[in-house]
C-alpha cells in the first residue's frame, strides 16, 4: 500500500499534516492545508526552490563580518483559498463531517480529499479534492475541486494579496519577525483564464504565474486593491480544475518580461499541458523513479510503507537544476526559513549519488556557482585566500546571526569537498574533475590552511565549531581535522593527476587561482601532520583539545531540548552532545582501528542528547558498522518516525529532511554496507534480525544494481547496464558479467543437412530408407539418441557394441563431410556479432550436442572467440535436460539468471528454459516456447548485443 492517509478529521492535528501531507517536485512545494478551512496553526505554504528575499539582519551588538542581510524563503501567493455554500450555508470545519479521507499515494503522485458534508436542513454534499504537482512538467501543478449537491453550489476563491510567511518567536529554528517579502503586480482574471506577478521587494526577484481553470460552473470576478476574488456557481454539481504554470527570473523559464511586442492573447498559447497528459506522465515517472530506487523490507509490510513515503518525500525537496539545493525542510515548511545546510552535503548528496548522477551533479554546480560569494566570505572574515561557504543560506550570502554555531562551522567547507571527491570517486569523471573539482578543492584546502597553524607537534586547527553544536569555538575539533585532512590530501593527489593527464587545464587553473607550488607542498605537510588527539585512559580520540577535561552534564538538568533550556555557555561548559560528532568523522572516513572505533562511539553515544534530527541516523550507521544490533535497529526505528510521530515537536515547521535522507542512507550504507573506496565499490551488508529480509536498488558507474540480504545470504544482480567489479565482505567478484551460450547447428552455421545426410547414408547399409522427416526430428540430438530414435522408427533391435559401431559409421560420414568447412560456411553476420561481444566484454559459450563441435569451430577459425565449449563426456544428460546449458555457464563462472541461450532446435529451448536462462529461438521451426524468437542469427544480432548490454530481457 504505497500511500499514506488519514481516515479522520483531527483539527489539532492539521497542521502537523500540513507537512507529512505536502507534495512538490523538487522545483516547487505546497503544503497540505485544507483549502476550505482556516484553524489553528496553519500554515497555507506554497514555495519554490531558490527563490529567496533578502532582508536585513539585526544584532543588539554588531562586530564585523556579521552579515548585514540574510536571505529568507518566500511564500508564494494562495490560489486555492476557498469558501464553499451550499444553498447558501457556508461549509465549516466545525459542521457535521463524516467519511472524511485524505491519501497521499506515492505511486501516482498526487493528494486525494474526500468527505460528505451535512446541511442544517440534513441535506449531504459530497465534496473532494486532488492536488498534483508535476514531475515531468516541473512549472504545473493542477487542482481539482468536485462537489454534487441537491441543490445550489457556490464557491468563493479569495486569492488576498497580504502574503505572510510564518514566524515563531523564541524558537532559533523558525524566523522570529514577520517582514513583508513579496508584493503582487499586474492581477487579472478574465474568461476563466488568471495571471498574476510576485515580485520580491529587495532581491527583485519574479514570479510569474498563469492559471487557467476548466469543469462545469459559471463565473465572474472582482479586483481590488486587497485581494481578487473568484465566484464559482452551479446547481447540482459543481467541478472545477485549474492548471497553473510558474516561471520565475533566476531561471528565465518563462517569457521575456522585456519583450514587449509580443501579443497577450500569444503569450504561453501552447504552454498548457492537458491534466490527463500530466496524470499519465506523473504515474511513469514515479514508476521509473521507484524501478531504481526501491527499498523493501520483504517481512514487514509497515516498514515497507514508510521507507516510500520517506523515498517520496525525498524526491520531492530535491531541487531540479543548479538554482536550488535541498533546505532543512525541503519544500515542506518554513522552518530555518527555508535554508541550505551541510545538511545536504552529509545527509542527502550520498543519496542521489546512488540513485540519480544528475541530481547529484546539480547539487554540486550549486556550490561550484557560489564559489565567488565563498571567497568573498573568506576576506570578509579576514583570509588571505580560501572560501567560507556560509554555514545557512540560499543565494550564497550568510544568513546566520550566531557566529559560534554558524560561520565557525568551517567544516561545511570541508563537507562540500567531500562530496566533490565522492563524485570523483563514483564516477572518474575528469572532465568534471577538470571544469569543477579542482577548484572547489583548491579554495577549501586553502582555508585550511587559514585556519591551522604548524607548531611543533603538527598542524593545528583553532577557533572552529564541529557538528556538536553544544562544543563551540575550540581547537582540534576532530571532525573538522579529519575533513580537513581528507580535503588537503586529494588536493595534492589531484593536482599532481591533473598535471599528468590534462596538461593545458592544469595551466590555465595554475594560472587563474595563482598557485604556487609551495602552497601545494604547504598543503600536503599539513595533511600528514593534522593533529588528532588520542585519549589512553579511555582509549579514544578525543573531541576536541579540552571536550575532554569538561564535567558531565547534570543528571538534574533533563529539561529537552537543551538549546532551548539552558544558556549556550552552561551548555558549553559540559561534557554534552546535540549530535554525533567524531562518530561521525570516523563513519565518513574510515582509518581508525576497530577497537578506538568501538571505544569512541560507545563513549560518544553515552552522552549523547540527539536533540539534533540528524544525529540518531549517525548513531545507527556507525552501530550497523560495527556490528551493534540494538543500536542499529532502535536508531533506525527513530529516524523512521521522527516526522510521522513527530518526535521532536516541530514537524508542523517541516519536514526533516536530514533525517530522512539519514533513514535512506542507513539502508543503502547501514544496513546494505554501500562503502565507496578509493578502490571502487565496497559491500558489506549487515541487518538486524528484527528487520528480516531486505532488497534495495541502487546505480554504480551506469549499472543498475540490486542487493537482496536474507541475514548471511547476499544476493547482488544486475538490472541494466554493463558488469562491474564489487568487493563483497572482502572479496572482489564481477556482477552482472553476461554470457551469450550458443547452439552451434542450426543458428552459427548450417551442419544440420550434414548430420540427416550422414544418418541417411548409415542407414542405408543396413537396409533402411530414412524418411525426410528426419532432418529436423534429429536437429539437436545427441548423436547416440539419435541412433536410438532411428532404429525405433524402424523397430530394429540391437545390442549396444552395434548402436555404437552404427553411430560411429555415421560419425566418420559427418566429419568427412564438415572437414571442409571454413569462414566461408559461417552464417552472414555470424563473425560480426562474436567481435563485438568480445569488444564489450560478454562470455561466449558453446553448448553444441555434437562431438565435434571443437573441431568444427577450428575449422572455421572461430575457435579463439569462445570462453568455453560443452565438455559431452562429461555430461551424463544431454539436451532437452538443462545439464550442458549449466555446465558452460559454470565453466564461465555465471550465473543462469545472467545468461542468454541461443538455439534452434525445440529440445534446446527446453534445455535452456530447464536452466533457468533466457532463451532465443532461430529460425522457422515452431520455437513458440523462447521468451524470443528471429529468423537467423544475423536478424538477431542487435537484440543478443542490446541484451548483452541489459537493455532488453531484464526484470
Given amino acids: 500500500m504505497s500511500k499514506f492517509i488519514e481516515n479522520e478529521l483531527d483539527i489539532n492535528r492539521l497542521p502537523l499534516l500540513e507537512t507529512l501531507m505536502s507534495i512538490g517536485n523538487g522545483y516547487m512545494g505546497v503544503r497540505g492545508y485544507l483549502e476550505e478551512f482556516e484553524y489553528p496553526g496553519s500554515i497555507r505554504g506554497n514555495y519554490i526552490n531558490g527563490i529567496y528575499e533578502r532582508i536585513p539582519m539585526n544584532h543588539a551588538e554588531w562586530a564585523h563580518g556579521f552579515p548585514l542581510q540574510v536571505d529568507r524563503m518566500p511564500n508564494l501567493i494562495d490560489l486555492f483559498n476557498i469558501t464553499i455554500f451550499i444553498d447558501n450555508e457556508e461549509v465549516v470545519i466545525d459542521g457535521r463531517i463524516s467519511n472524511f479521507k485524505r491519501e497521499l499515494d506515492f505511486e501516482i503522485g498526487l493528494v486525494k480529499r474526500s468527505y460528505k458534508y451535512k446541511t442544517k436542513m440534513d441535506k449531504t454534499a459530497h465534496i473532494s479534492f486532488e492536488s498534483l504537482v508535476s514531475f515531468t512538467h516541473i512549472q504545473f501543478r493542477t487542482w481539482s475541486l468536485k462537489i454534487v449537491y441537491d441543490g445550489e453550489i457556490k464557491v468563493i476563491n479569495r486569492i488576498d494579496f497580504n502574503i505572510s510567511n510564518m514566524i515563531k518567536k523564541y524558537d532559533p529554528r523558525t524566523a522570529s519577525t514577520n517582514i513583508p517579502l513579496i508584493k503582487v503586480l499586474d492581477p487579472a482574471y478574465i474568461s476563466s483564464k488568471g495571471k498574476i506577478s510576485l515580485k520580491t521587494i529587495n532581491s527583485g526577484i519574479y514570479i510569474d504565474i498563469d492559471f487557467r481553470d476548466k469543469g462545469a460552473f459559471t463565473s465572474n470576478s472582482k479586483l481590488n486593491k486587497e485581494s481578487m476574488d473568484i465566484y464559482f456557481e452551479s446547481n447540482g454539481e459543481l467541478e472545477i480544475n485549474r492548471t497553473v504554470k510558474y516561471c520565475d527570473s533566476i531561471r528565465k523559464n518563462g517569457e521575456d518580461r522585456n519583450n514587449q511586442d509580443k501579443n497577450e492573447d500569444e503569450t504561453n498559447k501552447e504552454d498548457f499541458i492537458d491534466e490527463k497528459t500530466l496524470y499519465k506522465e506523473q504515474i511513469q515517472y514515479l514508476k521509473d523513479f521507484k524501478s531504481k530506487s526501491s527499498i ?3 517481512d514487514d509490510k509497515e516498514l515497507n510503507n514508510i521507507m516510500e513515503f520517506m523515498r517520496f518525500h525525498m524526491l520531492q525537496a530535491t531541487t531540479r537544476d543548479k538554482y536550488g539545493n535541498i533546505s532543512a525542510k525541503g519544500l515542506s515548511g518554513e522552518g530555518y526559513e527555508g535554508h541550505y545546510f551541510w545538511d545536504t552535503e552529509i545527509f542527502m548528496f ?30 570578509e572574515m579576514g583570509h588571505n585566500k580560501g572560501a567560507c561557504f556560509s554555514w545557512r543560506t540560499i543565494s550564497g550570502i550568510e544568513s546566520s546571526g550566531y557566529f559560534p554555531a554558524g560561520s565557525a562551522q568551517y567544516h561545511i567547507n570541508f563537507d562540500i569537498a567531500y562530496i566533490f571527491i565522492q563524485y570523483w570517486l563514483t564516477n572518474g569523471d575528469i572532465d568534471f574533475l577538470a571544469e569543477y573539482t579542482m577548484e572547489i578543492l583548491i579554495e577549501t584546502a586553502r582555508t585550511a590552511l587559514e585556519i591551522g597553524s604548524f607548531e611543533d607537534d603538527g598542524f593545528h586547527i583553532h577557533t572552529v565549531t564541529g557538528p556538536d553544536e553544544y562544543t563551540a569555538l575550540v581547537s582540534d575539533n576532530y571532525y573538522t581535522n579529519k575533513m580537513a585532512q581528507y580535503n588537503l590530501k586529494w588536493t595534492v593527489k589531484f593536482w599532481r593527476q591533473l598535471k599528468a593527464a590534462r596538461y593545458d587545464e592544469w595551466l590555465e587553473i595554475n594560472k587563474r587561482l595563482k598557485l604556487e607550488e609551495s602552497e601545494i607542498d604547504h598543503m600536503e605537510e599539513a595533511a600528514e601532520k593534522m593533529v588528532f588527539i588520542y585519549n589512553e585512559k579511555n582509549g579514544i580520540m ?87 544490533e540494538k543500536i542499529s535497529y532502535d536508531s533506525f526505528m527513530d529516524t523512521l518516525y521522527l516526522d510521522i510521530k513527530d518526535l521532536h515537536d516541530n514537524t508542523t515547521d517541516g519536514l526533516h529532511m536530514a533525517n530522512i535522507g539519514g533513514s535512506i542512507i542507513n539502508v543503502l550504507k547501514g544496513f546494505g554496507g554501500i562503502n565507496i573506496k578509493d578502490d571502487g565499490l565496497h559491500i558489506e551488508p549487515f541487518i538486524p534480525k528484527k528487520l528480516g529480509r531486505v532488497k534495495f536498488r541502487f546505480t554504480w558507474r551506469e549499472s543498475l544494481l540490486e542487493v537482496l540480504v536474507d541475514g548471511e545470504e547476499v544476493d547482488i544482480k544486475t538490472i541494466s547496464g554493463s558488469a562491474i567489479e564489487v568487493v563483497l565482505k572482502g572479496e572482489k567478484i564481477i556482477i552482472g558479467q553476461r554470457g551469450i551460450l550458443f547452439d552451434l547447428d542450426g543458428v552459427l552455421t548450417g551442419t544440420s543437412d550434414k548430420h540427416y545426410e550422414a544418418w541417411k547414408k548409415m542407414a542405408g547399409e543396413i537396409g533402411y530408407d530414412l524418411p ?34 552404427l553411430a560411429s559409421i555415421k560419425n566418420e560420414y559427418y566429419k568427412e563431410s564438415i572437414s571442409l568447412f571454413t569462414r566461408e560456411d559461417i552464417y552472414p553476420g555470424v563473425i560480426e556479432l562474436l567481435e563485438r561481444l568480445k569488444s564489450i566484454g ?112 531484464r526484470d
Fill in 296 to 298: 523493501e523490507f520483504l
Fill in 772 to 805: 525426410e522427416e528426419f532432418r529436423d526430428k534429429l536437429r539437436g540430438v545427441s548423436r547416440m539418441e539419435s541412433i536410438d530414435i532411428i532404429l525405433e522408427h524402424f523397430g530394429v533391435e540391437c545390442p549396444i557394441d552395434e548402436k555404437t559401431e
Fill in 542 to 628: 578525543a573531541q576536541d583539545s579540552t571536550f575532554l577535561t569538561k564535567e558531565r552534564w547534570p543528571e538534574k538538568n533533563d529539561l529537552r531540548p537543551l538549546l532551548l533550556n539552558y544558556h549556550p555557555l552552561t551548555i558549553y561548559r559540559h561534557q554534552i552532545l546535540k549530535q554525533a560528532d567524531t562518530v561521525l568523522a570516523q563513519y565518513l572516513i574510515e582509518d581508525e582501528n576497530e577497537e578506538i572505533l568501538k571505544n569512541t562511539f560507545y563513549y560518544y553515544e553515552a552522552i549523547n542528547t540527539h536533540d539534533s534530527s540528524l544525529s540518531k541516523s549517525i548513531s545507527g550507521l556507525m552501530a550497523s558498522r560495527l556490528g551493534d
Fill in 350 to 379: 550520498p543519496v542521489w549519488l546512488l540513485w540519480d548522477n544528475k541530481r547529484a551533479k546539480n547539487l554540486l554546480l550549486y556550490r561550484y556557482d557560489l564559489l565567488d560569494i565563498a571567497r568573498e566570505r573568506a576576506l
Fill in 842 to 953: 560478454v562470455k561466449i559459450g558453446l553448448v553444441s550436442a555434437s562431438n565435434n563441435a571443437q573441431e568444427l569451430i577450428k575449422n572455421m577459425e572461430i575457435e579463439s572467440y569462445f570462453d568455453a565449449v560443452a565438455d559431452l563426456e562429461k555430461l551424463k544428460r544431454g539436451k532437452p535436460y538443462p545439464d550442458p546449458f549449466l555446465q558452460v555457464a559454470k565453466m564461465l563462472n555465471l550465473k543462469p539468471r545472467n545468461c542468454l541461450g541461443v538455439e534452434d532446435a525445440k529440445v534446446g529451448i527446453e534445455s535452456i528454459k530447464a536452466a533457468g536462462m533466457k532463451s532465443l529461438g532461430i529460425g522457422d521451426q515452431d520455437l513458440s516456447e523462447a521468451e524470443f524468437r528471429y529468423s537467423t542469427i544475423q536478424e538477431a544480432s542487435d537484440f543478443i548485443i542490446k541484451w548483452a548490454e541489459g537493455d532488453y530481457g
